[in-house]
């Protein structure tokens, strides 16, 4: 068995090493072109070259959860191509998006800056019931969100493509049932792939639904959100504020409002990082299976889009 790997941005090595230790009955390189036919590619962001010229693999592991880079591409339709699933992500984003709704809600946002100015005084605490936070897609990551942010009593909804029940969580369904979840947010956290549906999801329409000075988490993909729209939202005091981790362009150029604005909170696209270890794991005992004949989890839906 041959395994492939190649990752924009990432150094081969510690890959390729681990993949080796894992799986020690394959032959496992760096993808370079004109490398010999593989079975297997694990990949992140991959270049076309690459598919074209493997046209016989079995199957494709993108080394993250999201696979809008890679679905544009051209494949062969029986090459398998498999998600990570959680893999360590899944605890990483409900610390994020806990933090950034908490710190919103406590207002320590408010309480560092006026610490910083020798200001000792105190506000009066906001209810949590108030804050009913909205988590936009329950999958993997959304589903662990909604049940951390449980954890906390905040009054949580969720919204996904087919009905969904979830202890202690409101849940809502489909398109038809977007505008009465919304309306029944004032946080709003989007954990969508983005696919032809959800692009610019997050605009002033739906944005524009939630209860006023409502609050927005992006840990999502940039191509949700309508920058645009934000910027006039937070204007009109419709939105208090967001925490982005993900933008159109990353790194934004250095012209771009979001850097500075004083109600957005900006992170490099870090919530959830792809934990080598358990990746490498998940993937090896993926490609074991596979070789058994047994089916996997995480195998995306390529007219579906994840
Ligand atoms: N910022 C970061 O560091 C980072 C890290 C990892 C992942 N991500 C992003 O997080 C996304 C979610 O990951 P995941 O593992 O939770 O994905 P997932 O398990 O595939 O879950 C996706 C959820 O979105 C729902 N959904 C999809 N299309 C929809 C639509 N048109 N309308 C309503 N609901 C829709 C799905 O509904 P059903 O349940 O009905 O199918 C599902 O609940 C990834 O695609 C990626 O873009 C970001």
New binding site residues.
Partial sequence: MRILFHAIGTKPGPWVDGLRAALPDADVDAWAPGAAPADYAVVWAPPQQLLDEQPRLQAIFNI???V?ALLPLRMPAQTLLVRLDDAG?SVQ?AEYVCQAVIRHVRELDVYERATREGQWSFRKPLAREDFPVGV???????TRVAQALRQFEFPVRG????P?QLDGVRCFAGDGELDAFLAACRVLVC?????P??DGILNRRTLGRLQRGGYLVN???GGHLVEDDLLALLDEGQLAGATL??LRQEPPPPEHPFWRHPKITLTP?????TDRDASIAQIAGKIRALRRGEPVAGVVDRARG?
């Fill in positions: 993250g959860a999201g809008d992500m984003m936009m897609g329950l999958g993997v990551l959304g919204w996904s493509r087919s969904k954990l969508l792939p983005l696919t549906q959800t840990v999502a993909r981790d993900v696209h870090t919530s959830a990082r994840y």
